[in-house]
């Protein structure tokens, strides 16, 4: 135990300021956001539609101290019913489709889809024409945001979770009020 | 009726890998199996490929390791419904390379289990879409619907099943588990795998050799270098090509920063699967250390184009020596602490002693290989064995562990770092001089050849025969995971549901590399 907390001490704090702001403000300005739509921290659930696997090792350093998403007030969640997001590896294999659809279908609205790395984005090497594979995500499902790179670098990531969050036309912004709006005519 | 080794004529392939060819008749090919798997060879690799348009027919390639060298046949059959010996007798690890083969080819192994492996739903029972005469119009069709899998079931008094995935809880590869229980008990698990199946191989079809060395590298991220390392030695092979040694040294270099990434972050996986999630933060932040080196030095913090066929991309500038140099200090300093907490953490140890055994008599009849081997006490590396260039410098290859269980899967982790580090420094502080890169002539037409290294996880083959214009008429990539994938099922047995995740995490199969 005292070796861990040496090591701990020794360690002291790695964590990195959001990329692309001022860090306190934008710090408190997400968690704002986050608050103001969700209520809580956002629950992301990640889905592998058919990646080469390279893109999962960037979303894992996510969560290294360095980019320390949790204290963003984000967090990876196990069940797409606990989520608000969907981080979305592709490109979409034929026979990961059905999965994709109904890990969608399962997220309670609102929800957002981020579609991370090249293959996702547009087929990449893989290409959109194989008798296996169905190319981009959003040829399956809806997406909001779009993450280019193979694999896009964790600092590229956040910048699309915020920006997906963040866009002033979110959405997750239209799609509160078109729920809200549908439970009125319903009242 | 026997048949040895030497009553074949056998052809040593040109290139860096101690490979022998030989077209053998499929009786000849069951022949040589019983023979070489009596002197205890183990299967590698199985694949098969149409050559009708060549007038050839259809042909049934098998890789076979010696320790010391490679053995490499092509078996051919000209029936419309081709027939091969079932190998699956004698290795049981052809039994899914089989099965898959007859997925993508309609190839036949008698006796065999003829369940699919790779097909689910993307194309027809009768379609095959590694047959040239493959209709595309099922390219653009829609997925069929998909078929129920023909599970083994369990009965008996309280059994029961466990489905798992494909989705599974954390950030990994899509899979499906299938868990027969009692109480927390498992008694059996049987995976399905080929969710990712994107027709990787079909893509390969017609690609310059250029074009698809970048392939090559994302057939499994985590094994990027080892891939395209694999990839380049088989194009190199074709060409007569001799790679500059510094060049050689490079490639070593990014390949053992591909072994420390990914073994950092397994210890910090499985310590996390353990209960103790202080060591995924060490771990992930020393491999977040080690990737931003990489960007410093290379430009990404993953290195998936940096081999090319007759070189590197990339010269190492004279500032990155002391960075790289630094760096390697550092975390075998901060690995050496973290080391001694793992071993000493009595929470950990407990967890990790004499869960998922895999023994040493169990290994070597499954015909695992890599790490996961290496830690059921097989001594087996082909950068020592196969004294592939520039390894064949340097005394590596003797981690070993004897357990077979998840304590001893992390002791060879531990132990591989060691041993990559001191690789890492040896060549640096050797660097040859000299060119990175030479231009790859014209390609032999029509011959096959073959690449490999050991990449972290284990064995990385690459098959590969161009045609005449220099496109590409078959690559096939071939994971170690093909031949570890079984052996998980096994390691799992009578341990509890709960220890899953951790077992798992202590093998780290790819799930990409074998749907292809």
Not at chain 1, 6 to 13: E, F, H, P, S
Not at chain 1, 27 to 51: K, M, N, T
Not at chain 2, 214 to 220: D, F, I, P, W
Not at chain 2, 497 to 509: A, E, G, H, Y
Request: proline share 6%.
């Amino acid at each position: 135990m005292w070796k861990i907390l040496k090591q701990i001490v020794r360690t002291g704090l790695v964590t990195e300021p959001a990329p692309n702001a001022e860090p306190r403000l934008l710090e408190h300005a997400l968690h704002a956001d986050i608050h103001r739509l969700f209520g809580r921290a956002l629950c992301i659930r990640q889905v592998d539609a058919g990646s080469c696997n390279g893109c999962e090792l960037e979303i894992h350093a996510l969560s290294n101290a360095y980019y320390n998403l949790e204290g963003l007030g984000i967090k990876f969640v196990a069940s797409p019913r606990h989520a608000d997001a969907l981080l979305v590896t592709g490109p979409v294999s034929k026979h990961m489709a059905d999965a994709l659809r109904r890990t969608y279908e399962a997220t309670p609205e609102p929800k957002l889809v981020i579609a991370v790395g090249d293959c996702a984005a547009c087929g990449g090497v893989f290409g959109e024409d194989s008798y296996a594979g169905l190319g981009r995500i959003a040829n399956v499902i809806p997406v909001d945001v779009t993450v280019p790179g193979c694999p896009p670098t964790p600092t590229a990531l956040l910048q699309g979770i915020l920006a997906a969050l963040q866009s002033p036309t979110s959405r997750v912004d239209k799609r509160s009020a078109s729920t809200y709006q549908k439970t009125e005519d319903r009242g | 009726m026997q048949l040895n080794e030497s009553d074949l004529s056998w052809r040593s392939l040109p290139g860096t890998l101690p490979v022998r060819h030989a077209v053998v008749s499929r009786e000849q090919l069951l022949l040589l199996c019983r023979d070489v798997a009596g002197r205890g060879a183990r299967l590698v690799s199985l694949w098969g490929e149409d050559r009708r348009a060549a007038g050839v027919g259809y042909v049934l390639v098998v890789v076979l390791d010696l320790t010391s060298r490679l053995l490499l046949t092509e078996s051919i059959s000209r029936s419309p419904n081709p027939g091969f010996p079932d190998l699956s007798q004698l290795f049981p690890s052809a039994g899914r390379m089989q099965r898959a083969t007859h997925d993508l080819l309609g190839f036949n192994f008698l006796g065999a289990d003829a369940r699919p492996w790779l097909r689910h739903s993307a194309w027809a029972k009768d379609a095959y879409p590694l047959r040239h005469d493959f209709v595309a119009a099922a390219v653009s069709a829609p997925p069929l619907p998909t078929e129920i899998y023909p599970f083994v079931r369990v009965e008996g008094d309280g059994a029961h099943e466990i489905a798992v995935g494909p989705v599974h809880a954390g950030t990994i590869e899509p899979g499906h588990f299938r868990f027969s229980v009692v109480g927390e008990k498992v008694l059996r698990l049987e995976q399905q795998l080929g969710y990712t199946h994107k027709g990787i191989e079909k893509r390969f079809e017609g690609l310059s050799v250029q074009q698809g060395s970048k392939l090559a590298a994302r057939v499994s991220g985590d094994s990027a270098v080892a891939y395209a390392w694999a990839y380049a030695m088989a194009v190199e092979s074709l060409t007569d090509t001799q790679v500059p040694a510094r060049a050689l040294a490079l490639r070593a270099l990014l390949l053992e920063r591909e072994r420390l990434a990914n073994h950092l972050g397994d210890l910090g996986g499985i310590g996390n699967d353990a209960g103790l999630s202080f060591g995924l933060a060490q771990f992930s932040r020393l491999k977040e250390d080690l990737l931003r080196v990489n960007a410093t030095v290379w430009g990404a913090r993953y290195l998936f184009d940096e081999i090319l066929p007759g070189g590197v991309a990339t010269d190492l500038a004279p500032t990155a020596l002391p960075i790289l140099l630094d760096s390697l200090a550092a975390m075998a300093a901060e690995v050496a602490v973290l080391q001694d907490i793992y071993d000493n953490h009595a929470g950990l140890q407990d967890r990790f002693h004499g869960a998922g055994v895999l023994s040493a008599k169990l290994a070597r009849q499954l015909g695992v290989v890599g790490l996961a081997a290496r830690a059921s006490g097989q001594a087996q590396d082909w950068r020592a064995a196969l004294e592939i260039p520039p390894y064949d410098g340097f005394a590596i290859g003797s981690v070993l562990a004897e357990g077979g269980d998840v304590a001893a899967r992390v002791a060879v982790r531990f132990d591989e770092i060691a041993e990559s580090l001191q690789v890492c420094r040896g060549l640096l502080t050797d660097l040859p001089s000299g060119e990175i890169s030479v231009a790859v002539g014209k390609t032999r037409a029509d011959e096959l050849a073959v690449g490999g290294i050991e990449g972290w996880r284990g064995p990385i083959l690459v098959g590969l025969r161009v045609a005449a214009d220099g496109r590409i008429a078959r690559c096939h990539p071939h994971d170690p995971s093909w031949l570890n994938w079984p052996a998980l099922e096994h390691a799992i047995i009578d341990n509890i549901v709960p220890d899953f995740p951790l077992i798992n995490k202590s093998f780290n199969l790819s799930y990409s590399g074998q749907d292809l």
